[in-house]
């Protein structure tokens, strides 16, 4: 492990214990629960509860991100046992405020334990309950919330166990157990049923195994579509995992089925980054990527705002006057292929790009610049001096694109108002006859 790796596991190691600290705190909190004192602190100790989950689903998968493959088992335990300390302290609390709530509708000369009682069956606690409707990469996060929150819980009546189960499956998995009555004697019997049904380790594998085959592949890029995709792969990876399959020991095929789902795009992309480094993986890879074309259709919808055309009042020309984007003609020599375009989330050339066509030229200037772009043929590779191309500037014959131009600019700003509906002169050319 490279030492900046181990700087950085040790800070994330250092977060994750600063996180369960907090989390030990609240768990000292329920064990000496007070009913007469302590239920009012009950929603903060829910939100930090809440807090602390996130954190730590966030923080540990840093750590096995930067950790050797030898420990990964061992982080797997981690995240387990605290998903089984999250379920419970939360369900404990959920229990606890609902019951509050119950017991002031209840007699007061009634004994504790009696309103307690009373409380339950007359209302039933509202616990934020696990949902199931036959997803197989789902069930096996389902079964163990479940366990944890309710199945597992000494203090919550058979009876209550069976409804809590029976409201959480829904649709296709709720369909065999409509008949059910709602009686402590059913609920072992129903519980026994959904697990022969469900939790069924080959089969659940056979599932997870086809659910990955049949994610659908993109048509075209799109950060939410490819986001979703990324996000259902590493599901169905994680739910695989849990059953003991080796994954981590399946890079190349993985990787190899995530690769044959994505949009045309993506993949050169992901070749251009693995040609130069070698440290990250193709799921972090698409995530960041997804970051990037959120950001960049942020940025569209941000310059879509900025004066580009002005309405004049009165009646506008019915004929509009036929136009075409003016461009180098070195950039049109080829568009059998059209490259990813670097001012918006399409495929075509930058010169063919409406987004780039509405910026200003200082703007224009400032992205090839940025980009590192040939000024005359918008490729990279080399500068605008050393350009082999043959074509050049159509105003001035200089060796920069037609689109730079700075007279352009000029022109624009002192050119009168543009009618709403037309396009702006400076980066269209008027066709004459």
Known sequence: MSKPAEKKLAECLMRR??????????EAFIKKFDDDQDVYQIPIRIEALDRVYSEFQEVQSDI????????????????????????????????KRSTDANQSTLNTSTSNVQQVSAGFHLR??????????????????FRDTFTSMVHSNADIPTVAKLQYLLQSLEGEAHKPFESVDIEADNYASTWDALLK??????????????ALYDLPPLKKESPK???????DNQRHVKALAKLNEP?????????NLLSYKLDPTTPRAWEEKTSSSDNVTLVDFLYQRVRMLKSVVTDLQQRSCLPGQVKVAGPTNSQKKPFKMVSNSATTESRS????????????FLFQCPAFSKMSVRQRRELVSQKRLCWNCFRSGHQGRNCTSKYDCR???????????????????????????????????ILTS
């Open 225 to 231: 579509e490819l986001h979703d995709l990324v996000d």
């Open 17 to 26: 214990k600063a996180v369960m600290v907090v989390h030990d705190s609240v």
């Open 247 to 255: 994954v981590i020991h399946w890079d190349t095929p993985l990787i």
């Open 395 to 429: 105003s001035c014959h200089q060796k920069h694109h037609t689109l730079l131009h700075e007279t352009l600019a000029a022109k624009s700003s002192s050119a009168p108002a543009v009618v709403s509906g037309q396009s702006p002169l400076w980066y269209f050319e």
């Open 124 to 141: 039933l606690p509202k616990i934020d309950l696990p949902r199931f409707d036959v997803d197989f990469s789902r069930w096996l996060s």
């Open 64 to 95: 096995e991100k930067y950790d050797s493959p030898e420990m990964f088992d061992e982080h797997l335990q981690e995240r387990a046992a605290l998903e089984s300390r999250y379920c419970k302290a939360k369900g404990f609390l959920l229990m």
């Open 337 to 348: 292929y059209a490259p990813s375009c670097i001012a918006c989330p399409e495929s075509h």
């Open 197 to 210: 049904r469900y939790d069924n380790k080959r089969f659940l594998k056979r599932q997870l195994f086809r």
